[in-house]
């Protein structure tokens, strides 16, 4: 299907002499929506030619890797394994679909009870274990565990997913000056990065705290380095850290999805849609400015939105 590039139009882009739209990366799929399907683009091929049968993932408790991760399993006919952060996690209660009511509270997880749904054997970790899941060690005790596998790292970001994600600017088809998404990992960022072009510059909304070091994260991962200032990783809209919220995001996403019918979830759509009105207000972009947000997708963590992570 085409993904629909959509225009904001509510009062506030309105009077601000900056033209906002939003890439619905949303749309792509059901379940492996967003970027997602493009960091899983190219593993799932590479995958396949490895004559692999199993995928094996990381992801904490609302992970939209690990619900992507999953659906793509049962659809691409892969086997999956999902390595979940916290040991507490195995009394969450995966038999049953909740009530409105239920949702978010101890001892219901909806991420997790569709990655069961789709197939996904989850193995439960502790934090201080989950930290070492990277090294060598790890890895090769889980291949002792599991057997074979392919493996996927925490977020789905690899060189891999890095050309999927380079791919995502294509689906603009307008002149632009600023393109936006929200950063975990940095690797849908850095893919945005190697496409721009030269009078083009990217702007990463943090979704962690204390992230600094995303910066040269992302730079690393970059395919093709332009040369600075083509991508900026803004750390002010992280409200409180990884999955966390305030009633001023939740009333600004609650306001923004009636104006514009464009629903954002409070990991990281919302803290990134929130970050360019307040930019938008404070003069950052210069007057007929284009810019893109890049919708992620993500909306299967909205069901956990008035629950903290």
Known sequence: MKIPLQKI??????????DLFVLRLDMTHPHISGNKWYKLKYNLKEAKRQKKETLLTFGGAYSNHIAAAASAGREFGFKTIGIIRGEELR???LTHNPSPKERG???????????????MQLHFVSREEYRKKDSAESIDSLRKQFGDFYLLPEGGTNDLAIKGCAEILALAEIPFDFVCCPVGTGGTLAGVISSLKEDQKALGFSVLKGAE??????????ISPLPPPAGDIVMQYHFGGYGKHTPQLLKFIEDFEKQNNISLEHVYTGKMMFGIYDLI??????KNSTVIAIHTGGLQGKLHQHSPV
């Open 91 to 93: 009394t969450a209660d």
């Open 105 to 119: 509270t101890k001892g219901t997880n909806h991420t997790l009870r569709f990655a069961t749904d789709c197939g």
């Open 9 to 18: 139009s509510d009062p506030v882009i309105a009077a601000s002499g900056i």
């Open 213 to 222: 070091f995303l910066e040269q994260k992302v730079q690393k991962l970059i």
């Open 281 to 286: 207000k404070g003069n950052h972009f210069l």
